[in-house]
């Protein structure tokens, strides 16, 4: 890895409970950010001075169905690259460890897209509509 900052274990609950919250991401309980810090399967995180100031993960099975979630950095850290370097590892990550053919999705929120887009990923719609369960 290139980059100094930029970490590939999970933020601490604390920073990434504010990190989510901060952004303007939906909060998040501790009871909930315990499991996406524990359980997904790679993490992009930079830090600076031993905090987390910008921050993605990928959910997958490791062999072909990856979902890239929590794309966010602190507002005083935004538009200086770090998102575009933290989803750069997000995918090298992918590239490096799960066979060829990986199905790599997320839901892109409009602050994100133009860099999503810049990155490669294209709509599923019309063929595929992104749905999720109603509250
Ligand atoms: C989306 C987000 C993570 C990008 O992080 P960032 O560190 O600011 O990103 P970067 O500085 O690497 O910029 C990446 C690209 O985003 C776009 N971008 C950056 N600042 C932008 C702004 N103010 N308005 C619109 N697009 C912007 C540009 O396309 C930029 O590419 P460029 O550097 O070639 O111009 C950040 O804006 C964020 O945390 N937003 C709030 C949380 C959120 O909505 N997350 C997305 C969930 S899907």
Same mark, same amino acid.
């Given at each position: 890895?290139?980059? +100094?900052?930029?970490?590939?274990?999970? +933020?601490? #609950?604390?920073?990434?409970?504010?990190?989510?919250?901060?952004?303007?991401?939906?909060?998040?309980?501790?009871?909930?950010?315990?499991?996406?810090?524990?359980?997904?399967?790679?993490?992009?995180?930079?830090?600076?001075?031993?905090?987390?100031?910008?921050?993605? @993960?990928? /959910?997958?099975? $490791?062999?072909?169905?990856?979902?890239?979630?929590?794309?966010?950095?602190?507002?005083?850290?935004?538009?200086?690259?770090? $998102? @575009?370097?933290?989803?750069?590892? #997000?995918?090298?990550? /992918?590239?490096?460890?799960?066979?060829?053919?990986?199905?790599?999705?997320?839901?892109?929120?409009?602050?994100?897209?133009?860099?999503?887009?810049?990155?490669?990923?294209?709509?599923?719609? +019309?063929?595929?509509?992104?749905?999720?369960?109603? +509250?």
């Amino acid at each position: 890895m290139t980059d +100094p900052d930029l970490l590939r274990t999970p +933020p601490s #609950l604390e920073d990434y409970l504010h990190l989510r919250a901060a952004s303007g991401l939906s909060p998040k309980t501790p009871e909930q950010g315990r499991g996406a810090v524990a359980n997904s399967w790679r993490w992009s995180v930079v830090e600076r001075d031993g905090r987390a100031v910008a921050m993605g @993960r990928v /959910i997958g099975d $490791g062999g072909w169905y990856f979902h890239v979630a929590d794309m966010a950095t602190l507002p005083e850290h935004q538009g200086q690259g770090l $998102g @575009r370097r933290v989803l750069a590892d #997000l995918l090298t990550q /992918i590239d490096e460890a799960a066979p060829p053919g990986a199905y790599v999705t997320l839901m892109a929120d409009e602050p994100g897209r133009r860099l999503y887009e810049s990155m490669g990923f294209v709509e599923t719609a +019309p063929h595929s509509l992104g749905m999720r369960l109603a +509250p």
